[in-house]
């Protein structure tokens, strides 16, 4: 099975350990878990970006004084 030796801080590696505990998960499996998650959170991301461009004009409809219309269009793809 492939490995990575990947390389912290002192201060790094603490704050990674504290994670882990946080989460009650070893350091291995946190580290390994980590670019999984951060796939998946980008995936929210993109669906509830597009979500929201789908939406925008029941917002606007619903709220019309929340953002001004010149910058409507781009807060959605600015948040990606």
């Given amino acids: 099975m492939p490995s990575l030796n990947v390389t912290f801080t ?3 590696l603490e704050e990674v350990r ?3 505990a946080a989460e009650g998960k070893s350091l291995k499996q946190y580290v390994h ?3 999984l998650r951060e796939r998946q959170r980008h995936q929210f991301v ?3 970006v597009s979500w ?3 939406h925008r004009t029941e917002f606007d409809d619903a709220f019309p004084d929340e953002a001004p219309p010149s910058t409507r269009h781009q807060q959605g793809a600015d948040a990606a």
Avoid: I, S, V
């Fill in 10 to 12: 002192h201060e790094e």
């Fill in 46 to 48: 993109r669906y509830a």
């Fill in 18 to 20: 504290a994670a882990a």
């Fill in 33 to 35: 878990d980590l670019p």
């Fill in 52 to 54: 929201g461009d789908a």
